[in-house]
């Protein structure tokens, strides 16, 4: 079987990638190569890999495919505030052109990487399910992942199988790591400074999932039959994964003996709090996702990483690990333009 994975040398892609080749998997690699040098540790790539941007998408790179694990777009919402005006174009319009692309070369399923961003802010006392409970996106980020969310749904046909998975805050190490997700970057900040500063009372609560779990989901999204996932959307998440900013900060200080965990409360209490539910992916995909990672155990993971990579404090704030850094050091460069197209050497 063979799948495409468009932003395969992000974060995930990058786990993805060879999780996909051990279940057998051929992948052809779709990315602009934005971020392919901010590598901490050696990462296997495909034998296939296209280099180019999203919006450029093409019919002859979808021929030949049983399915695509749509990834790529601009992450997170600082991101997205770059210029609203790009995030549509890169995470909608070019969203669209790939599910059209993909329907009209006959490809049996198609994955969405989508977003809990969509919920917006919520009551923290209500759980978030996947279609009773409002959609409330805040941010062109936001936006653009629920719109492009249904337009693939609207374009499933017999033959065209589409489903969207909405990951928590994902955790864990990566050849690509982030820090600047939660818990990535509290046991960043704690393994090379010794010390977390939060700037709320730690009561916001945020669900958070790790990266190979979400990998999991995916391919569950590709496997599961059709009956379970076509034109369905899952909050992926594990049992007891919403967590309060307070645990995810005590998670990383027990990762990370003798860090200092200082609560300054300076911006209050924090309005961003949300309780997600995955009672969907837990129980109806419960044959094909069994998510096996907690937060004492990717925060072992990370500072394991960390000590074997020689992660230190420049990897931590530079642009190997930030996005918004590392697009900034790309466009001072010249390296991409105005529109954040790689220029052509």
């Known amino acids: 079987m063979t799948v495409l994975v468009t932003g395969n040398l992000g974060y995930i892609g990058s786990v993805l990638t ?8 051929r992948v052809r690699g779709f990315d602009s190569g934005l971020f392919a040098d901010c590598t901490l540790s050696e ?15 093409e019919a002859v790179d979808v021929e030949g495919l049983d399915g695509v694990i749509h990834l790529a777009g601009l992450s997170n919402d600082p991101l997205g505030e770059l210029d609203p005006s790009l995030t549509h174009a890169i995470n909608f319009d070019a969203t669209v052109r790939l599910g059209e692309l993909a329907r009209n070369a006959g490809v049996r399923r198609f994955v969405y990487a989508s977003s809990q961003s969509m919920y917006g802010i919520s009551d923290s006392d209500q759980v978030l399910d996947e279609d009773l409970s409002e959609k409330l996106p805040l941010t062109a980020y936001a936006k653009t992942k629920w719109e492009a969310e249904l337009a693939l749904m609207s374009m499933r046909a017999p033959g065209f199988e589409v489903t969207a998975f909405r990951p928590s805050t994902v955790f864990g190490a990566s050849p690509r790591l982030r820090c600047d997700i939660v818990f990535n970057n509290f046991m960043a900040c704690a393994f090379t400074t010794g010390s977390i500063e939060i700037k709320s009372d730690g009561k916001p609560r945020r669900p958070a999932v790790h990266v190979l779990d979400v990998c999991e989901a995916f391919i569950a999204g590709l496997e599961a039959d059709a009956s379970l996932v076509d034109g369905r959307a899952f909050n992926v998440g594990v049992a007891d994964g919403n967590y309060t900013v307070r645990q995810l900060a005590l998670a990383a200080q027990a990762a990370v003996p003798g860090t200092d965990l200082v609560f300054t409360g300076e911006h209050g209490s924090d ?3 949300y309780t997600v539910g995955f009672d969907r992916i837990l129980g109806e995909l419960g044959s094909h996702f069994n998510p096996s990672w907690d937060l004492a155990r990717g925060g072992a993971e990370l500072s394991r990483f960390f000590r074997e990579t020689g992660f230190d404090e420049q990897h931590f704030r530079g642009g190997v690990c930030n996005r918004l850094v590392r697009i900034g050091e790309l466009i001072e460069t010249g390296r991409i333009d105005d529109s954040l197209r790689m220029v052509e050497d």
């Open 43 to 57: 990462v296997e790539a495909p034998r296939d890999q296209i280099w180019r941007d999203i919006r450029a998408i």
């Open 271 to 273: 309005s961003r709090t």
């Open 18 to 25: 060879p999780a996909l080749t051990r279940r057998g998997y």
